[in-house]
DNA sequence: ATTTAATTAGTAAAGATTACTATCTAGGAA
DNA sequence: TTCCTAGATAGTAATCTTTACTAATTAAAT
């Protein structure tokens, strides 16, 4: 059983409450994928929840899955963490400054905070090991993906 | 010409002596690299990296592109940003939290912090767009990464 | 100039994600 | 309930990104 019966029923029902109410076809792998994403508390990948998953329905696809999960996230169920567009970049100002990036298109613009920059790092986060960094990431829509539509 | 041959300059400086005192060769090719990230203000990817520098360097292959970009990187002379690993994960969490991430192996882990929570969105990042939220990332190396060599 | 270990070009391989098509099914209508 | 249909899935192929490999080249120390 899960560690947290209530919580996982929770997280649960917000996820197929979700769905629902997006119109969406509640079928039986999107059940399973929810059922799997509630009853955890780490940040799974795609093969993860694949694996989870097939061990309950053993004939759900990969391609499944991944339509699941980017239809979760696409709803704002579910958030998407580590590689957000397909390719890796690369920052070359090395001076203190933080991101905003947009959830769309990807791109991304530095901005400058003295505001958070004075925040020390939270007691909590040494707790998991030596801190290098601290950097916000702000999300949004940049103004180009906000109005027109270009690419 | 650059925008700004000076900070450009100071910026190419900066990326050649770090090589140098890294003791690893000064190539034609790493030099190209390094001046293609110094005249740029946005975040390239391998692809951009590759397109500007090969128009200088027309057998300058891909696969020189990704070694060279990825020793800056192990270096500490330019940050990645984006894609860190491989795979894109899914955050099931949609409670407001923060991110401790393992430079080495990925892990990740959730924190959180009234202190940052309480810090008003800085102004300069409303002007790239319309923000959905702020989040901050901690980056350095795990207690796993940090003692046993174990993946 | 010679030597050598590091680096590169070119290509192949591996890995991750997306696309495609025939088949199937959730959910509404009769 | 049964029927119907738009939407979803399984299985696989294709695409895209990144890493690995090897023979040839080259930086830089001698």
Do not use: W
């Not at 399973?32 to 061990?55: K, M, N, Q, W």
């Not at 239809?71 to 579910?78: E, S």
């Amino acid at each position: 059983m899960p560690p947290f019966p209530d919580e996982s029923s929770h997280h649960l029902k917000r996820l197929t409450d979700g769905l629902k109410r997006a119109g969406v076809k509640l079928t039986h792998q999107r059940l399973e994928v929810c059922r799997e994403l509630a009853g955890v508390t780490d940040h799974p990948d795609v093969e993860a929840v694949f694996h989870g998953v097939r061990a309950r329905v053993p004939t759900i696809s990969l391609d499944t899955v991944y339509r699941a999960l980017a239809l979760l996230a696409d709803l704002g169920l579910i958030g998407r963490v580590g590689a957000l567009q397909g390719r890796m970049r690369f920052d070359p100002n090395m001076t203190p400054h933080h991101h905003f990036v947009c959830a769309r298109c990807g791109a991304m613009h530095d901005f400058t905070s003295a505001a958070v920059d004075q925040i020390p790092i939270p007691d909590d986060a040494h707790a998991f090991g030596h801190v290098h960094a601290m950097q916000v990431e702000i999300r949004g829509l940049c103004r180009r993906c906000q109005f027109g539509q270009e690419s």
